[in-house]
């Protein structure tokens, strides 16, 4: 398996744009997670999903913050407008199962790196 | 709402010497903790996952120990290379999500 694929891999934007960024995880992984890693606050999680389905969007800054997950096979973290406070890097992880106390891990994509100037 | 710190923030060592990097969290009802390594432009890989109950968990070069009831675990790696020299991150798992320290970034000189 490629494992999980993430594009674009780097990304410049100027402030009010949209920027889409996109994973497509492992093959029959059920659980898929993005994350956001900035230097002043660490890897954060934002949302994740079982099945296509949001579970916890806790993590999601705010409104200009989406993402879908439309199939097994494909999601999308949309920032609309775009402010150079989002600019990180954002990963993409899946698993094919997720408990609390379970033995499985999540594996994580490359990451994209994003600049909004 | 748990916080986990990993202290030192950067370790140099020559090639050979021992790795002990620290992990401690603040909430000790965790589910497990595992140590993932990243690359630079690269994610991040797990090494080893210890569930609560555990003590600790090894492979190959690598020993993780859990304290849980003290909110601290400690990697060592034995022997290092300069192939190890990368960023280890540890990550508690409460409540279903996992919740990352700012990670150790090491350094190895051959």
């Known amino acids: 398996d490629a494992g999980v694929i993430q594009s674009p891999r780097h990304e410049v934007t100027e402030m009010g744009q949209e920027v889409t960024l996109r994973c497509k995880p492992i093959?029959?992984?059920?659980?898929l997670f993005w994350y956001r890693q900035t230097m002043m606050r660490g890897l954060e999680l934002l949302i994740y999903f079982n099945n296509n389905v949001p579970i916890d969007d806790s993590g999601m800054p705010e409104d200009r913050f989406s993402a879908k997950m439309p199939n097994a096979s494909f999601s999308t973290l949309k920032i609309q407008p775009s402010e150079p406070r989002d600019s990180a890097v954002y990963f993409c992880?899946?698993?094919?199962?997720?408990?609390?106390?379970?033995?499985?891990?999540?594996?994580f994509g490359p990451g994209t790196r994003l600049l909004v100037l | 709402k748990q916080e986990v710190t990993q202290i030192p923030a950067a370790l140099s060592v020559p090639e050979g010497e021992n790795l002990v990097l620290n992990c401690s969290f603040t909430?000790?009802?965790?589910?497990?903790l595992q140590w993932f390594r990243q690359d630079p432009g690269k994610g991040l890989t797990s090494l080893l996952l210890i569930q609560s109950s555990q003590r600790e968990q090894t492979s190959g070069r690598l020993n993780a120990s859990l304290d849980k009831s003290s909110g601290r675990s400690t990697l060592y790696i034995a022997a290092s290379q300069p192939g190890d020299s990368a960023t280890y991150l540890c990550?508690?798992?409460?409540?279903?999500?996992?919740?990352f320290g700012a990670g150790t970034t090491v350094t190895v000189r051959a």
């Open positions: 992880a899946s698993s094919p199962t997720w408990d609390r106390g379970g033995e499985e891990t999540q594996y």
């Open positions: 093959s029959g992984h059920d659980y």
């Open positions: 909430d000790s009802a965790i589910y497990n």
């Open positions: 990550a508690v798992n409460d409540d279903y999500k996992l919740s």
